[in-house]
C-alpha cells in the first residue's frame, strides 16, 4: 500500500452559477497539523477546482484527494446505467464522456441538459419551474442506489441518497452529475479509485462521504455538522488532529472539509478500506465505490 503525503478533501457543490458557497477545500499534510482551508479570492468555482487538480498532477503532488460526490450512477440493479437504452454507455469513463458532450452547452460544467435527454430524462426526478417531473422509469419513491450506497446505507455509515432524485435539500444528483464531468476532464491525468489503480507516485483522487468522517469524529446521526470552532477541535482531536486556525466563518462546507480531510489522513493507511469485500470487477468498473466503506 502507498504512501500519501498530503491529504485533500473537496466538499462539492452542483448548484447553478460560477462561483459557489457550497464548494470549500481543506488541506493537511502527514502527522498531527490540523488541516487548513485553501480559499482564493473570491471563492471556488467548480472550473478552479478542476484547474487545482490539473496543477497537482502537473507538480506530481502524492496527495490523497477525497471529493464528496457520487461518482457514478447505479448499473448493477439493472444491468445498465440507463435500461431500456441501447445507446447507455458500459462503464464509467464511457458515461463521464457521455454527460460532458450532451451538456457542453451547459457553463460552469453544470448538468441541466442532462434530465431533459430523451432517454437519460426517464430515470430522473427533477423540476421544472414550479413543476416536479418524474420520469416513467425512475423507481419509486427512493430512486436506484448504487452497490456502495446500499452497504453505507445497511453498514450504518449514513443515509445516502440517489442520484436520480434532483429535488429536494438532501438531493445529491446535481453534484453527482457536475462531478462526473469534472472526472471526465481528469480521465488519464489523475487516476480516480477503484476505476483506475493506484499510482506509485503522484496525486490519486476518492469519493468520499463526508458523513463517515463526521461520525468517526464523534459525530451521530443527525448531529454531525459542526458550526464553532470549539465542536471542530473536539472532532479534530477525535482523528489525531492538532487544534485548527480560527476561522472567520462557520458553516457546514468548512468544517466537513477540514473534518474529511483530517479523517483520510488517518483512514488512508487502513489497508481494508482499500479492498472492500463487495467491490467486484463490474462495480469496479462501472459504478466505484465510496472510501470509507466497508
Request: aromatic share 10%.
Given at each position: 500500500?502507498?504512501r500519501?503525503?498530503?491529504?485533500a478533501?473537496?466538499?462539492?457543490?452542483?448548484?447553478?452559477?460560477?462561483?459557489?458557497?457550497?464548494?470549500?477545500?481543506?488541506?493537511?499534510?502527514?502527522?498531527?497539523?490540523?488541516?487548513?482551508?485553501?480559499?482564493?479570492?473570491?471563492?471556488?468555482?467548480r472550473?478552479?477546482?478542476?484547474?487545482?487538480?490539473?496543477?497537482?498532477?502537473?507538480?506530481?503532488?502524492?496527495?490523497?484527494?477525497?471529493?464528496?460526490?457520487?461518482?457514478?450512477?447505479?448499473f448493477?440493479?439493472?444491468?445498465?446505467?440507463?435500461?431500456?437504452?441501447q445507446?447507455?454507455?458500459?462503464?464509467?469513463p464511457?458515461?463521464?464522456?457521455?454527460?460532458?458532450?450532451?451538456c457542453?452547452?451547459?457553463?460552469?460544467?453544470?448538468?441541466?441538459?442532462?434530465?431533459?435527454?430523451?432517454?437519460?430524462?426517464?430515470?430522473?426526478?427533477?423540476r421544472?419551474?414550479a413543476?416536479?417531473?418524474?420520469?416513467?422509469?425512475?423507481?419509486q419513491?427512493?430512486?436506484?442506489?448504487?452497490?456502495?450506497?446500499?452497504?453505507?446505507?445497511?453498514?450504518?455509515?449514513?443515509?445516502?441518497?440517489?442520484?436520480?432524485?434532483?429535488?429536494?435539500?438532501?438531493?445529491?444528483?446535481?453534484?453527482?452529475?457536475?462531478?462526473?464531468?469534472l472526472?471526465?476532464?481528469?480521465?488519464?491525468?489523475?487516476?480516480?479509485?477503484?476505476?483506475?489503480?493506484l499510482?506509485?507516485a503522484?496525486?490519486?483522487?476518492?469519493?468520499?462521504?463526508?458523513?463517515?468522517?463526521?461520525?468517526?469524529?464523534?459525530?451521530t446521526?443527525g448531529?454531525?455538522?459542526?458550526r464553532?470552532?470549539?465542536?471542530?477541535?473536539?472532532?479534530?482531536?477525535?482523528?489525531?488532529?492538532?487544534?485548527?486556525?480560527?476561522l472567520?466563518?462557520?458553516?457546514?462546507?468548512?468544517?466537513?472539509?477540514?473534518?474529511?480531510?483530517?479523517?483520510?489522513?488517518?483512514a488512508a493507511?487502513?489497508?481494508?478500506?482499500?479492498?472492500?469485500s463487495?467491490?467486484?470487477?463490474?462495480?469496479?468498473r462501472?459504478?466505484g465505490?465510496?472510501?470509507?466503506?466497508?
Open positions: 500500500m502507498r500519501f503525503r498530503q491529504f478533501c473537496i466538499d462539492w457543490s452542483g448548484a447553478a452559477g460560477e462561483y459557489q458557497k457550497g464548494i470549500a477545500l481543506g488541506l493537511c499534510r502527514e502527522g498531527e497539523e490540523a488541516p487548513e482551508l485553501l480559499s482564493p479570492p473570491g471563492g471556488w468555482s472550473a478552479a477546482i478542476l484547474q487545482w487538480l490539473l496543477d497537482r498532477a502537473a507538480d506530481g503532488s502524492d496527495i490523497l484527494v477525497g471529493i464528496d460526490f457520487s461518482a457514478s450512477l447505479p448493477v440493479d439493472r444491468g445498465g446505467f440507463f435500461p431500456e437504452w445507446e447507455s454507455p458500459t462503464d464509467a464511457a458515461l463521464w464522456a457521455l454527460l460532458d458532450r450532451l457542453a452547452t451547459d457553463a460552469h460544467l453544470a448538468a441541466g441538459s442532462i434530465p431533459f435527454h430523451a432517454q437519460m430524462g426517464r430515470h430522473f426526478r427533477h421544472r419551474a413543476e416536479t417531473i418524474t420520469g416513467d422509469l425512475f423507481e419513491r427512493m430512486g436506484r442506489f448504487r452497490r456502495t450506497e446500499l452497504a453505507c446505507r445497511a453498514g450504518g455509515f449514513g443515509h445516502c441518497v440517489s442520484s436520480f432524485n434532483l429535488i429536494g435539500a438532501a438531493q445529491v444528483g446535481k453534484s453527482a452529475l457536475t462531478g462526473m464531468r472526472l471526465h476532464r481528469l480521465a488519464g491525468r489523475v487516476p480516480i479509485w477503484p476505476f483506475d489503480p499510482p506509485p503522484g496525486p490519486a483522487i476518492v469519493e468520499i462521504y463526508t458523513s463517515i468522517a463526521a461520525r468517526a469524529a464523534g459525530g446521526r448531529r454531525s455538522k459542526i464553532d470552532g470549539g465542536a471542530l477541535d473536539r472532532a479534530l482531536a477525535a482523528l489525531d488532529a492538532r487544534a485548527h486556525r480560527p472567520d466563518r462557520y458553516d457546514d462546507h468548512k468544517t466537513d472539509a477540514l473534518v474529511t480531510a483530517a479523517w483520510l489522513r488517518r493507511a487502513d489497508p481494508i478500506l482499500w479492498s472492500p463487495a467491490l467486484s470487477p463490474l462495480i469496479r462501472t459504478e465505490w465510496t472510501f470509507g466503506v466497508r
